[in-house]
């Protein structure tokens, strides 16, 4: 990984609502400079132009992107970039640092655990003149991915792909244990008593399936198939009682023992892919998103196959894996849009980006890229996105500012509760204070 060298804020920033904002915060035709930017650029344009790119991701991702980077640079000779990328350990707060040297990247990737609050506070590029003029072309998008990334109806990121929020399970262990296989659309509580079945097959060896009632995922979808919603505007979408009814869902599970241990769960509450139950051998199923079963795969000696959460496919939405947004201080914007556009837009760059990061946005760039995939896991993840294209309910609004220690508090809530240290009633009592604190500040 290289080193960026500071690159100046744009003048006029207000530099300490900048830090104070990353402080503690958790790439069809098309390729050619589109030339200045929305706003001017503090440079003249007809020279050498050096780009600081900044995403998380592993190895392949990194490659990927490089190479795609490097296909801009040949269509675009004088643009080259200098890139950075790390783990998501520690990225938000890596940006925080990169601010504090004053040099924030040019553009980076974000998820939308952040969106909303980078966009309120100013820090990434308002791209909504770029989308009208069609510089920044988002039609080939599907509406509810392109409206993800709009916060109070302006564009400031581009989604990078599309994900879903799915179950991965291992399909030889319930060939071993002749059980059926678990299906799209199954209701919440058919899905609690088939990972009790598989428990009782199993001889207790292995539990049916992970525990998710810390899982924002999992809680929005499930709130969103009985009309809810996770937010509305700056406040929770929903009360104690509902949380509550979430919360003894569980508890019927754990009665049952479709659940593991609270240590194990605790153990893959952390996101780490190499401590997902389902590749460790500890549950049959765990909730993931849809492109990281390649990933899940390759640490699984057993196959893998992926359907959608329990409850009604509606409640799903095109949803961002994350998004490419440019830094508002930038020197050259245009030229970060027009990346923007080529790594969204472009055939070749889409073919070389692959699944790594899900389904590429662009859905006329998807299908091309999709006839090129040979791997199995990264087959089945395609399949998986195109077979609930049509199924797709409206996508919410990002997730407003507080989201990220609103999923803190509930992981700490449903942690508690599995621990016994709490009761279900007192820890929603609990989570509910603390969460609308949480977003009022």
């Given at each position: 990984?290289?080193?960026?060298?500071?690159?100046?804020?744009?003048?006029?920033?207000?530099?300490?609502?900048?830090?104070?904002?990353?402080?503690?915060?958790?790439?069809?035709?098309?390729?050619?400079?589109?030339?200045?930017?929305?706003?001017?650029?503090?440079?003249?344009?007809?020279?050498?132009?050096?780009?600081?790119?900044?995403?998380?991701?592993?190895?392949?991702?990194?490659?990927?992107?490089?190479?795609?980077?490097?296909?801009?640079?040949?269509?675009?000779?004088?643009?080259?970039?200098?890139?950075?990328?790390?783990?998501?350990?520690?990225?938000?707060?890596?940006?925080?640092?990169?601010?504090?040297?004053?040099?924030?990247?040019?553009?980076?990737?974000?998820?939308?655990?952040?969106?909303?609050?980078?966009?309120?506070?100013?820090?990434?590029?308002?791209?909504?003149?770029?989308?009208?003029?069609?510089?920044?072309?988002?039609?080939?998008?599907?509406?509810?991915?392109?409206?993800?990334?709009?916060?109070?109806?302006?564009?400031?990121?581009?989604?990078?792909?599309?994900?879903?929020?799915?179950?991965?399970?291992?399909?030889?262990?319930?060939?071993?244990?002749?059980?059926p296989e678990p299906r799209t659309g199954m209701p919440w509580r058919d899905y609690v008593e088939w990972a009790?079945?598989?428990?009782?097959?199993?001889?207790?060896?292995?539990?049916?399936?992970?525990?998710?009632?810390?899982?924002?995922?999992?809680?929005?979808?499930?709130?969103?198939?009985?009309?809810?919603?996770?937010?509305?505007?700056?406040?929770?979408?929903?009360?104690?009682?509902?949380?509550?009814?979430?919360?003894?869902?569980?508890?019927?599970?754990?009665?049952?023992?479709?659940?593991?241990?609270?240590?194990?769960?605790?153990?893959?509450?952390?996101?780490?892919?190499?401590?997902?139950?389902?590749?460790?051998?500890?549950?049959?199923?765990?909730?993931?998103?849809?492109?990281?079963?390649?990933?899940?795969?390759?640490?699984?000696?057993?196959?893998?196959?992926?359907?959608?959460?329990?409850?009604?496919?509606?409640?799903?939405?095109?949803?961002?894996?994350?998004?490419?947004?440019?830094?508002?201080?930038?020197?050259?914007?245009?030229?970060?849009?027009?990346?923007?556009?080529?790594?969204?837009?472009?055939?070749?760059?889409?073919?070389i980006l692959g699944v790594e990061r899900g389904l590429n946005a662009s859905a006329a760039v998807r299908r091309?890229?999709?006839?090129?995939?040979?791997?199995r896991a990264q087959k089945r993840v395609v399949a998986f996105g195109t077979a609930l294209d049509d199924l797709?309910?409206?996508?919410?609004?990002?997730?407003?500012?507080?989201?990220?220690?609103?999923?803190?508090?509930?992981?700490?809530?449903?942690?508690?509760?599995?621990?016994?240290?709490?009761?279900?009633?007192?820890?929603?009592?609990?989570?509910?204070?603390?969460?609308?604190?949480?977003?009022?500040?």
């Amino acid at each position: 990984m290289r080193a960026q060298s500071p690159v100046p804020p744009r003048p006029g920033l207000d530099r300490r609502r900048l830090l104070g904002a990353l402080t503690g915060l958790p790439l069809l035709a098309g390729g050619g400079l589109a030339g200045c930017g929305r706003d001017e650029e503090t440079q003249v344009d007809d020279g050498p132009i050096e780009l600081s790119v900044f995403w998380w991701g592993g190895k392949r991702r990194a490659e990927a992107t490089g190479k795609a980077l490097r296909l801009y640079s040949q269509q675009n000779p004088r643009v080259r970039f200098r890139v950075t990328w790390q783990g998501l350990a520690g990225y938000y707060d890596r940006l925080a640092t990169q601010a504090t040297g004053g040099n924030v990247p040019d553009l980076f990737q974000i998820d939308d655990t952040v969106l909303t609050e980078y966009a309120q506070r100013e820090i990434v590029l308002d791209l909504s003149g770029y989308v009208a003029d069609k510089r920044l072309d988002v039609s080939g998008l599907p509406a509810g991915l392109a409206r993800y990334g709009q916060v109070d109806d302006r564009t400031v990121a581009v989604a990078a792909a599309q994900t879903g929020a799915a179950l991965v399970f291992n399909r030889d262990l319930l060939r071993r244990l002749r059980v059926p296989e678990p299906r799209t659309g199954m209701p919440w509580r058919d899905y609690v008593e088939w990972a009790a079945r598989v428990t009782r097959a199993s001889g207790g060896r292995v539990a049916g399936t992970m525990d998710p009632s810390g899982d924002y995922r999992a809680l929005w979808l499930w709130l969103r198939g009985q009309g809810g919603e996770l937010y509305r505007g700056r406040q929770l979408g929903f009360g104690g009682a509902e949380l509550l009814d979430w919360f003894e869902l569980w508890e019927v599970a754990r009665t049952r023992r479709a659940t593991p241990s609270a240590a194990l769960v605790e153990q893959a509450d952390t996101g780490d892919l190499a401590h997902q139950l389902v590749v460790t051998g500890h549950t049959a199923a765990s909730v993931a998103w849809s492109h990281q079963l390649a990933e899940l795969q390759r640490y699984s000696g057993d196959d893998l196959g992926i359907v959608s959460l329990p409850g009604t496919p509606a409640a799903q939405w095109a949803r961002a894996s994350m998004y490419w947004a440019a830094f508002r201080g930038t020197r050259h914007p245009g030229v970060v849009v027009d990346v923007i556009n080529f790594l969204t837009t472009n055939v070749a760059a889409g073919r070389i980006l692959g699944v790594e990061r899900g389904l590429n946005a662009s859905a006329a760039v998807r299908r091309f890229v999709a006839d090129g995939i040979t791997d199995r896991a990264q087959k089945r993840v395609v399949a998986f996105g195109t077979a609930l294209d049509d199924l797709l309910g409206p996508a919410p609004a990002p997730p407003p500012k507080g989201h990220a220690k609103v999923r803190t508090l509930l992981i700490a809530a449903a942690e508690s509760i599995r621990s016994g240290r709490s009761g279900a009633r007192a820890a929603t009592s609990r989570f509910i204070a603390q969460a609308n604190a949480a977003l009022a500040e």
